[in-house]
């Protein structure tokens, strides 16, 4: 795979999991995260959407 390739899949992949997040938040749907300790947390979507974007969560 060329460096060229590489750069669109990684971009692509970013597209998708901004837009997958962006709806969750939309639907004030949770995540599955792991915490420090390995353990799986649910955390509310609008939240990580905020804090990864600088962006205010959508709404309907």
Not at 1 to 21: C, F, H, P, Q
């Given at each position: 795979?060329?460096?060229?390739?590489?750069?669109?899949?990684?971009?692509?992949?970013?597209?998708?999991?901004?837009?997958?997040?962006r709806m969750k938040a939309m639907r004030n749907e949770m995540v599955l995260q792991t915490d420090a300790n390995g353990d799986i947390v649910r955390v509310p979507a609008r939240e990580i959407f905020e804090k990864l974007y600088?962006?205010?969560a959508p709404t309907f």
């Open positions: 795979m060329s460096d060229k390739e590489y750069e669109i899949l990684v971009k692509g992949l970013e597209k998708a999991e901004y837009n997958t997040l600088n962006e205010p």
